[in-house]
């Protein structure tokens, strides 16, 4: 990392997030996303999101902190040695999904995914999809709660507790993870490509309606969703030295 002198800091509502900002701006200062060398996100993984999905426009890296929940996507929280920390930082770049959504009525809904885009069935009965790969059928029908396509930074989230595969970092892949399959029973899923196109179309959608969202950018009573990496979009990651995110992914499969 080149060398770090203004830093923003960026905190979620929270109590513990908040005050940790008033600290941390109080030793090192406090600059705009705009004119900082490092943006600090203190807060939880879905804070985290929130910050790189709303400076995505910036070429500047995002440091977390955690003073959340889960915290995968971020460092442990410390006031002491931040600019040593930083400097030493290792560097992770990831590119969303883009997810193209179409509601019954027509209209388009559009959203960027970090993590994964999901659908789920929106009333009491199971959906129906047929999934459609790079413009060919590869299953005419999937009877399900729900699925989801999953980047690697976000295969140990929703992806990992529907029973989806672990991704390293760095390989070029996609997962394709039913939820609660019916039929196909306990269809696990497939990998696929990044550069995969993948399609849903909801079969029955007035009986069986479903929503779709994207990193907790809902849409509503949708009729198909189309799934791609979006390459021209890159986030920047920054983790502490052997303890990025290549390390979390392995560790988080021999627990």
Same mark, same amino acid.
């Given at each position: 990392?080149?060398?770090?002198?203004?830093?923003?800091?960026?905190?979620?509502?929270?109590?513990?997030?908040?005050?940790?900002?008033?600290?941390?701006?109080?030793?090192?200062?406090?600059?705009?996303?705009?004119?900082? #060398?490092?943006?600090?996100?203190?807060?939880?993984?879905?804070?985290?999101?929130?910050?790189?999905?709303?400076?995505?426009?910036?070429?500047?890296?995002?440091?977390?902190?955690?003073?959340?929940?889960?915290?995968?996507?971020?460092?442990?929280?410390?006031?002491?040695?931040?600019?040593?920390?930083?400097?030493?930082?290792?560097?992770?770049?990831?590119?969303?999904?883009?997810?193209?959504?179409?509601?019954?009525?027509?209209?388009?809904?559009?959203?960027?995914?970090?993590?994964?885009?999901?659908?789920?069935?929106?009333?009491?009965?199971?959906?129906?999809?047929?999934?459609?790969?790079?413009?060919?059928?590869?299953?005419?029908?999937?009877?399900? #709660?729900?699925?989801?396509?999953?980047?690697?930074?976000?295969?140990?989230?929703?992806?990992?507790?529907?029973?989806?595969?672990?991704?390293?970092?760095?390989? #070029?892949?996609?997962?394709?993870?039913?939820?609660?399959?019916?039929?196909?029973?306990?269809?696990?899923?497939?990998?696929?490509?990044?550069?995969?196109?993948?399609?849903?179309?909801?079969?029955?959608?007035?009986?069986?309606?479903?929503?779709?969202?994207?990193?907790?950018?809902?849409?509503?009573?949708?009729?198909?969703?189309?799934?791609?990496?979006?390459?021209?979009?890159?986030?920047?990651?920054?983790?502490?030295?052997?303890?990025?995110?290549?390390?979390?992914?392995?560790?988080?499969?021999?627990?």
């Amino acid at each position: 990392m080149p060398k770090i002198e203004k830093i923003a800091f960026m905190a979620s509502e929270t109590q513990i997030a908040q005050d940790a900002a008033r600290a941390l701006s109080h030793v090192y200062g406090n600059v705009t996303p705009e004119n900082a #060398d490092v943006i600090v996100a203190l807060g939880g993984d879905g804070f985290m999101l929130q910050t790189l999905h709303g400076t995505q426009h910036l070429d500047v890296p995002v440091y977390g902190m955690n003073c959340g929940t889960v915290g995968f996507l971020m460092n442990e929280y410390q006031e002491e040695g931040v600019l040593e920390r930083l400097a030493a930082a290792e560097e992770e770049v990831i590119n969303p999904l883009r997810m193209k959504a179409v509601h019954a009525d027509g209209t388009v809904h559009e959203a960027l995914a970090i993590n994964e885009v999901s659908l789920l069935r929106a009333g009491p009965q199971a959906a129906k999809l047929r999934i459609t790969v790079d413009g060919k059928v590869r299953m005419d029908e999937l009877v399900c #709660d729900g699925a989801l396509v999953s980047t690697p930074a976000g295969s140990t989230a929703y992806n990992y507790s529907a029973h989806g595969p672990i991704l390293p970092i760095g390989a #070029d892949v996609l997962a394709l993870t039913a939820m609660s399959a019916f039929r196909p029973r306990r269809w696990r899923g497939a990998l696929l490509q990044k550069a995969a196109h993948v399609r849903f179309d909801v079969l029955q959608p007035n009986k069986r309606p479903v929503m779709a969202d994207a990193d907790s950018r809902t849409a509503g009573n949708v009729v198909s969703v189309e799934i791609r990496s979006e390459p021209g979009v890159s986030h920047r990651l920054l983790f502490d030295t052997g303890h990025g995110l290549e390390e979390r992914l392995i560790r988080e499969q021999f627990v």
